[in-house]
């Protein structure tokens, strides 16, 4: 059996939303996060439009952190409340890993990706 990628994305693109995806500009979500055998709460927030994000959260003891991208750099806010940009290869990397999938441009078989 042949599989045929752009058929199989125009199939997966049809049945996760298709056409409705072009009047979504913003995703929200609540939730619970367990970390290091802590439980909290989580909020992200994803531009669908341009691939900025946010992830925020909040635990016992280690109280709020979050982290941003904001387009062109990933901000790291930690427990101290401090900012800090995230300026490695790594974090930019997975920013833009993060932006293709944000954007759900894997649907897209024009992308540039």
């Known amino acids: 059996m042949i599989c045929n990628a752009a058929i199989l994305m125009t199939q997966l693109a049809a049945a996760s939303g298709g056409r409705a995806w072009n009047s979504v ?3 929200s979500a609540t939730g619970r996060v367990t970390s290091a055998g802590l439980r909290g709460a989580a909020q ?3 531009d669908v439009r341009d691939g900025r994000y946010a992830a925020r959260f909040r635990l016992p003891v280690e109280g709020k952190s979050a982290e941003v991208y904001d387009g062109r750099t990933v901000w790291s806010r930690d427990i101290s409340g401090g900012v800090h940009p995230y300026d490695a290869w790594y974090p930019r990397a997975r920013a833009v890993t993060q932006r293709f999938l944000t954007r ?10």
């Not at 759900?104 to 990706?113: C, G, I, T």
């Open 25 to 27: 500009a913003e995703v």
């Open 44 to 46: 992200l927030d994803s």
């Open 104 to 113: 759900r441009e894997y649907l897209d078989p024009s992308a540039a990706a």
